[in-house]
């Protein structure tokens, strides 16, 4: 049921979103995607200066995104227990202390203890920020042009933070670049103090103790074998042991979430159908669209060695496109259903990594990635707004909070995965492929092999790939060079593979149309029809 809509004679306007609220919320899930997204630009001068080891330049990404993945649900309570506001202005708090950490590091395991404290801001500003902007709309029409350009700046912060990135990390350092997300942090945070205007959804929340432990040690123990798997060995002790901790304890905070009197969770919110897709799709197409960001980085980085700056330039193509598009996607958010818009951007991703995989190691033309991650790039900005839109209108205003949570947390989970397994398959196969390389190779000496095989041992393909050439093992770097190229191509067809699957979930699984109606306000006022499937 919904109410007349405001262009009848006797409905009166709708309520408007106040823009002070629209620009904080907008600002704060910008900077964060601008914290998340930086280190991808400087993996190349990570693996440079600080030399990184196996997985430890997996984890410079991920130590960010770990807490932002198990926190984003209670912080989504919290928001809505205690008031959203505070929660925007803490996160850019945490963000900017963490990014002063990271950028005074001396070494890798400072750099993520403050890449986990900026992830511990930012798991706060991601929910908190859409949960305020969504409690503030009122009709279909305002929630589709508030959410688009939510989508739009957190794809913005991915546009900016290359350039960022790129621009310190040639003309200054790596810690440049922490610096300055610091102070942006602190801009954002001023922002919210003044403009935003708070709101909450206390009733019927509460904190859920177990089901935040639970889910936390589960999603924590999940990436941690997924991280570690090429490094120790899949079938090693610690990352099966990882691997069945994560299953019992993510099935009992399934058990946990179906008896709780308040969950952190409704897991009924899955048996809507448009609900229960854009779940699975955010998880599996986000890990597609990260993952791809995540080779590009080190094909251009660690693998070629290619600067920062030209490295940028690959993700503006990535993150560049979604604000340009940002009306377009507004108006067909609107207008055509969620199936359409889905369908088309995950096939659009799943055809660049296709072409992006068949890419020549040994080619270094920034050309050559155009049209590949241009269309990664299109098919993401199709896709983030219909994930979120379809989420988010499916549910009424009190469970908004849980919904955006819910959603982020999802959205993030896929991402998370995409650096870790991306990540471990690429330097699986890349090892694999330069031990039988060296093993079946005539024109280097014992010597050479010996000192390839120890580096191999201490640091992976990528610390082969960094000797130098004069050094014994450098004879071997050809070999790491062309295994990372394999590695990291099996890697874009994994991240198409992905697209592709969640392309034809939505194709098949929604095929009948599914009008809802659009959310009652906090107010009590029904909103118009909006067409989510």
Known sequence: MSDASPSSPSASPAPRLLLGTLVAG??????????????????????????????????????????????????????????????????????????VVAASASGIHQLWAGQALAGLGAAALFPTSLAMIAAGTYTGAQRARAIALWASSLSAGGFLAPLLGGITGTYGSWRSAFVVVAVLAAVSALVSLWLAVN????????????????????????LYAVIQGPVGGWGSTPVVVAFVIAAVVLGLFMAAESRAR????????????SFAIASVVAVVGMFSFLGTAYAVSIRLGPVQHQSPMRTAFAFLLLNGITPVLTPLTSRLLHRLPARALLTSGLALIAVGDFLAAGLDIGDRNLTSLIVPLGLVGIGFALTVSSITATAVNTVPPQLAGMASAATNLLRDFGFTLG???????????????????????????????????????????????????????????????????????????????????????????????????????????????????
């Open 419 to 533: 650096p870790a397994v991306i990540g471990a398959v690429a330097l699986s196969q890349a090892a694999s492929r330069v031990n039988s390389s060296l093993a079946t190779s005539s024109s280097l000496n014992a010597e050479s092999k010996a000192a390839a095989h120890d580096v191999l041992t201490e640091g992976g393909p990528l610390a082969l790939n960094s000797v130098p050439a004069t050094s014994p093992p450098g004879a071997a770097r050809a070999y790491a060079f062309d295994a990372l190229g394999h590695g990291y191509a099996i890697g874009f067809m994994v991240c198409g593979s992905a697209a592709l699957f969640s392309a034809l979930l939505v194709l098949t699984a929604l095929r009948r149309r599914m009008a809802e109606s659009a959310p009652q306000a906090e107010d009590g006022t029904q909103g118009t029809v909006l067409t989510t499937g």
């Open 262 to 273: 308040s969950p952190l969770l409704r897991l009924g919110l899955f048996g809507n159908r």
């Open 26 to 99: 907008c600002l704060a899930v910008c900077l964060a995607q601008i914290g998340l997204a930086i280190p991808a630009t400087l993996n190349g001068l990570f693996q440079e200066h600080l030399h990184p080891v196996g997985s430890q330049l997996t984890w410079i990404s991920d130590a960010f995104l770990l807490p932002v993945t198990i926190l984003e649900l209670s912080f989504g309570v919290l928001g809505d227990l205690f008031g959203r506001k505070q929660l925007l202005v803490g996160g850019a708090a945490l963000l900017c202390a963490g990014e």
């Open 199 to 222: 709101s909450r959804a206390p009733e019927g929340r509460s904190l859920d103790i177990r089901g935040q432990i639970t889910i936390g040690v589960g999603l924590f123990a999940l």
